[in-house]
């Protein structure tokens, strides 16, 4: 994933990965090939008013939506954001709507901040 590569640095952590292109990625799950996806997230909202991660998550939802195919965000308990607003945005980072999201998994004894 772009901006910071942090798909290409997990990929080498584990051995049987390999990296596409979001785009490629993207066909893969508009023909089929992929069941369910699941991202990271840099700050999770309060009141399921979303999540931030890094842009071309949003894209990558609306693909998924448009597909039938599941799309989860997972983050620990330190990215919980209760302010009703969103935090301070650098270029690198969106909010997307946490409709677009089968589910936003957190620890289960986790409170917003």
């Not at 942090?6 to 292109?21: K, N, R, T, W």
């Amino acid at each position: 994933s772009t901006p910071g590569d942090e798909g290409m640095l997990m990929a080498i952590d584990i051995p049987s990965a390999s990296c596409i292109s979001d785009d490629e990625f993207q066909q893969q799950i508009l023909d089929g090939k992929i069941d369910v996806v699941i991202v990271g997230a840099d700050c999770v909202l309060s009141d399921e008013n979303g999540i931030v991660n890094k842009i071309g998550t949003a894209e990558l939802a609306f693909v998924c939506k448009q597909a039938g195919v599941p799309i989860l965000s997972s983050a620990d308990r330190w990215k919980l954001w209760s302010d009703i607003y969103c935090p301070p945005l650098e270029d690198i980072f969106e909010l997307i709507p946490s409709e677009l999201f089968e589910h936003v998994l957190v620890p289960k004894d986790a409170k917003q901040r």
